[in-house]
């Protein structure tokens, strides 16, 4: 089985973050590809975050019309925090024989030295990295070779069904593989759908039917719990935000 795994706050699932599973899947033909929402954010302050338990009921609405797209609660097992090299290493010992491919933006990754055990996660899983946040193709072919010295860019993508979205493939010292995906960069992020949501806004074309109706059949918890920013201070202006 080939498993694509995109984990994320998900505080809401919007249609940038289905778009991004569905051009990945797409591209390197994965059987599947599991959205992942993290149980318990290890570098995020979490006041402003909906339970866990209601993420993963709008992540299950959002996929149902979704082919090859799943919800997989997996991190609620996982001790806390919430660590992608954990939620990894459980995903190999429940599939040893999958084929993993952990799906992450650029901008993470050249951060991945700051993760906990960031240098062997790696060795669990093949990489897939998108654009994200101005990052790009030049960014990640700058950082490979001095993040992993011996890494060696190959001549084309593997298993690539669409050779003009999968633009760069390198095999890193475990074998496994960090293919660069084109995906589109949709401008939606989840910071503004809160802001809409709380001004009372459509969210029409931001997220599935399905996810706003959730959101509207939960909207007082979901109202206050996205009114307070996460350093406990009610607002009502737009923030940035990482996620997303």
């Known amino acids: 089985m080939r498993l694509g795994i995109f984990g994320g706050s998900f505080n809401p699932v919007h249609v940038g973050h289905l778009r991004i599973a569905i051009e990945v899947r797409e591209t390197l033909e994965l059987d599947q590809v599991d959205m992942v929402p993290v149980a318990s ?22 996929v149902k019309q979704a082919p090859g797209l799943a ?9 806390e925090p919430s660590y ?3 939620t990894l290493s459980a995903y190999r010992e429940i599939l040893p024989d999958a084929e993993l491919y952990f799906i992450l933006g ?40 001095q993040f992993w010295p011996d890494a060696e860019r ?17 095999r890193l010292p475990s074998g496994n593989l960090l293919q660069y995906v084109h995906a589109p960069g ?24 399905e ?7 939960r909207r007082e918890e979901v109202r206050r719990i996205w009114s307070v920013r996460p350093e406990g201070k009610h607002t009502r202006c737009r923030a940035e935000d990482e996620e997303e």
């Open 41 to 62: 954010p290890p570098h995020k302050e979490a006041s402003d975050l909906l339970p866990f338990w209601l993420r993963c009921l709008i992540l299950k609405a959002a």
């Open 71 to 79: 919800l997989n609660d997996l991190e609620a097992l996982l001790p």
């Open 84 to 86: 992608t090299h954990r």
């Open 106 to 145: 650029a901008s993470d990754l050249l951060l991945l030295d700051l993760w906990y055990r960031g240098r062997e996660m790696h060795e669990l899983a093949n990489f897939v990295v998108v654009p994200r946040f101005g990052k790009d193709l030049q960014a990640v072919a700058d950082f490979v070779p």
């Open 154 to 170: 190959l001549s084309a993508c593997a298993h690539s069904a669409q050779p003009s979205n999968c633009q760069a493939c390198w």
């Open 186 to 209: 949709l401008d939606v992020s989840a910071t503004d759908i809160r802001y809409r949501f709380l001004d009372g806004r459509s969210l029409v074309y931001l997220v599935p039917s």
């Open 211 to 217: 996810v706003e109706q959730v959101l509207m059949e």
